[in-house]
């Protein structure tokens, strides 16, 4: 009897293990097949080498000769030919400027949102994903309307005399002309990921102990200097994953390039396409696709690295 | 009947250092949260501000440190009316009861926070700094996080942080609320020590009425926004004003009887079960209602009934229908006649007691003259 229950408790411990080990496994299992495998097949299409519509294998196996075929070529054009260089660049200073106005306009949006009646909060946050109910290309598509030549949105900046400003910026081509310039693209990415910065960000700073303020104000910091010492450090781990959601699809982003950026705003994406559709060549594609997820990974482990600071200093 | 108010121990003679002067806060929306308070407090005074919750403390304490305007009336600190100056212009510091300590900085950088904010030069915060760990022992800890410390690290740590400006008045909010019973009871001690050490005037809000007594060198006991009475610790145990104040505070059986003899030493009042002989100088009106009141530990027990000189008052005969042992004494809940239960408590001097009562014993319970307290409110 007492073997019995002995035996019983240890399959049953054993079904726990199991399970603990199938619920971490889950994710893993996951990204595995979505994210790691369709990597390595993209790099793989990087470093080979066409065959009219085919590639050619890269390891190839004949007479008892083991051949591995690498063709770096595609990476040596890259960072020879200065146009994907710009291209990069100008994609991360695009994705930046977006992060920064993001951060600039969603800071105290969340930090209002945050601090509004608790009542009200619900409905504000329900306002900030509203948009979310409309088709993403039908609200890139409007600003086209709004920024043309008789668009309102046009018409009040010209009003205001913005657009002398951003001349001078060479931020847009011509005066009262927003459209496909610099402008109007990190305009479209700031309108559009705006909710992805704000939402960390107001979840973040919810959850703060409003006691630390009157702690600060008590010890003599002004409103001011309470809200540079301690809200914003205190808010630097939502502050940090509202810009890597902003940043991260910001640099690939090729709708709103597309629609909004005009020939001249340089931008990786659509660098992609070009090489996918209209060169049709798979492997250069593949190379910039690579090339790219290394710009971006390198923030990400940055991020990464900070959560896991993060989390140690909460235990 | 004017129920003898005893002396009051005399007025602090110092010029008050605070006065609270007929203070209200109405937050709106029917209870007024502080009714028409005024309170004078004494320099280098631990002051207790005592009440259940909800009963207004916590919002006089927020209006001393300046969280919160008065609706009306006065804050004057050494003449000067404070009422409406912002809490970082003034010269208290408070503890708050969570501590409140900031997470991303240190507990060196906690400390030194508001001597930044003074504009103190570095090494004159270092020293400061230092020094304030010193105070509470805390000299190994101040690289650690707030949240690498235990709970009464934390509080001494939110403790030096309030005292590292020399405040003119610490404030603190339920300061050992968050400590268990244990570490509670050394605490106590430990920070009236430090306090009287700096030498800084005190205003504290609690709950507690152990912690009160303990700690403080007067009392205000509130209720529903208002002050019921302020005193020295063993005046407001052993007179209380009110019924409220004589419940609130200890233990102790409220009897209610009418006032039948009025002779120039004494009173007598009868009660439903026993009759008091008041001893101590009162007088009343004859057949005025009162209240007495008789704390559990000035009654004893016997088993035989006694002959007191008093006999046939101060007295009265119940079955133990109810005990609980402390350790140290034991409450025996005894039934009387009309119902009431008599509550009394005896030391346990002995180790072992032949005579224990026990449950259903019938018992005599007896007590002097001078035990009760005459209630008229």
Redesign the interface.
Known sequence: MKSAMKSATKSLRAMFTRGRTVVIGTPYAWLLVFFLLPFLIVLKISVSEMDGVRFKDVLTFADGLMQLTLKFSNYVFITQDDLYFKTYWSSLIYAASTTFFCLLIGYPFAYFMARAKPRLQPALLMLVMLPFWTSFLLRVYAWKGLLSENGWVADVLTFLRIDHLLLAGGLIPALDRYMNSPFSLVLGMTYTYLPFMILPLYGNLAKM?L??L?????????AF?AFW??TV??S?AGIIAGSMLVFIPCVGEFVIPELLGGPQTLMIGRVLWDEFFSNNDWPMASTVAVVMIVLILVPLAIFNRYQAQAQE??? | MSAATPTRAAAPAAPPFLQIQDVVKDFGGGAVAVNHVSIDIAKGEIFALLGSSGCGKTTLLRMLAGFETPTSGRIVLEGRDIAGMAPYDRPFNMMFQSYALFPHLTVFENIAFGLKRDGMPKDQIAARVEAMLKLVQLGKYAQRKPHQLSGGQQQRVALARSLAKSPQMLLLDEPLGALDKKLREETQIELVNIIEGVGVTCVMVTHDQEEAMTMATRIAVMSEGRVLQVGPPSEIYETPATRFVADFIGNVNMMEGTLTKDWPDHVIISCADCTHYVGHGITGTEGMAVGVAVRPEKIELSRTEPAGEHSPHNKVRGTVKDLSYFGSFTVYHLQLASGAVLKVSESNVARHRDEQLTWGDTAWAHWAPTAQVVLTQ
Request: proline share 5%; hydrophobic share 40%.
């Open positions: 102990d006691r630390l009157e702690a600060a104000q008590d010890l003599g910091a002004t200097t010492k301690v450090p205190l630097k200093l909460r235990r």
